[in-house]
């Protein structure tokens, strides 16, 4: 059935010796946790997101391990009532509503009943999807994104399809994936990458990016690449119904041969598929079998950073990516794709050739940057990027705006909590300076709040370092350094 493809080698961000390397070296891999059952009780614990699975599910879990090359042929009995209801109640209460107006309040005043009509429907067979809702909401770069809202049953039942999907695609995903995966966060994927970039001769970078990945994807692809693994025919109609729903946007119904949704929950594991058999699989044969020097590879959803010990490795991948991409109807953004020079040589030879610092680039809402310690030594640095912080700043801005005359006390401890939040993803080692940025700005925007609820109104900027003083969180570092939690989560 999948005739040609490796075993995948559980390397997260795998890195490739020499071809020509005589005796061959212990590869720089991390491995990729696994998950573990115990079958002597009634409940199981998966290993990377700790909740509990049926016997049923954990059997699917092994027979994926044990058996690539098989297909599943029964597997909807396994979205029960009982996955159902924990579907329902993972679900966010104060999300807004589909095309059908349910919300989450509504649907479990008469819950159990609702859950016994939807379970039958799924399993005849009588199960429709709705249309998806299509609102946007605005990016960094002033663009907007369009986000899809389902309708409350088409999410439940895709949460537990997708709980089922996941026992298979868990085992056969490879390791350097980590977008929207059970047990691995945007946090992971930047330890992984600095950490190989730190330890590996990496010298250049391609940073690539898929060009409107979700809205271009071909529908007839990721049918082909769900069958490789799922022979049960309800699944796929499952699938079909969800792609063919449509799209509802002023009141217009479109229904297109491409895309998933932006925002339907199973859109992350349909796009992960996708990208599994048309990117992930080829790039590991092609850092086996054609790369000259080392190659590690960074995926994050549609956000692909591959480094290079070789310019002629880099520019021979980027070609070949190009093309293999577009036999999938996909297509690299010409503006955000490009190779630079980068990594612990990077600042040296350029200062040779006069060519100035080293380029940075951005991975999930942060530049990398070639830095220096205070001894001197190469330090991949991690700065914020200056448009999500403005962003974020705007936003607090308009919000501030609405809340301008609520007192104080709450005024702060909703700023409290926004800046802790805000500090619980950036707060990295070497972006203490754009974190004390980010407190500084919101007092100024608080003061100038403060001050317009009364023409009278007279705050001094000694007055506002009091108040934030007593609310706003002072920046420190929460997360430890990449190489240190990198070595505690994948031991070798």
Known sequence: MMNGREKSDSAVVATKPANNAGEPAAEWVEPRAGTKGNT???NTRRAQNRESVSHGLERVRQAARQRKKERFTALLHHVTIDRLRESFHALKRNAAPGVDGVTWQYFEAGLEDNLQRLHARVQSGAYRALPVRRQYIPKPDGKQRPLGIAALED?????AVVEVLNAIYEEDFI???YGFRPGRS???AMDALSTAITSTRVNWILDADIRNFFDGLSQEWLICFLEYRIGDERIIRLVHKWLKAGVLEDGELSVSETGTPQGAVASPLFANVYLHYAFDLWAQRWRRQEAKGNVIITRYADDIVVGFEHEADARHFWDAMRARLEKFGLALHPDKTRLLEFGRYAADRRKRQCLGRPETFTFLGFFFICGRSLRGAFQLQRKTRGDRMRAKLRQIKDDL???RHEPIPEQGKWLKQVAQGYFAYHAVPTNFR????FRYHIAVLWMRALRRRSQKDRTSWARMKQI????????RILHPWPDQRFAVKHPR
């Not at 999410?155 to 949460?159: A, D, H, L, P, S």
């Not at 754009?434 to 940025?437: F, I, V």
């Not at 934030?468 to 920046?475: I, K, M, Q, V």
């Open 175 to 177: 390791g350097f994936s």
């Open 155 to 159: 999410k439940v039942v895709q949460r």
């Open 468 to 475: 934030a003083e007593s609310w706003l969180p002072h920046p």
């Open 401 to 403: 705006r609405r809340r």
């Open 186 to 188: 945007q946090h992971d």
């Open 40 to 42: 002597g009780q009634s």
């Open 434 to 437: 754009a974190l004390s940025t």
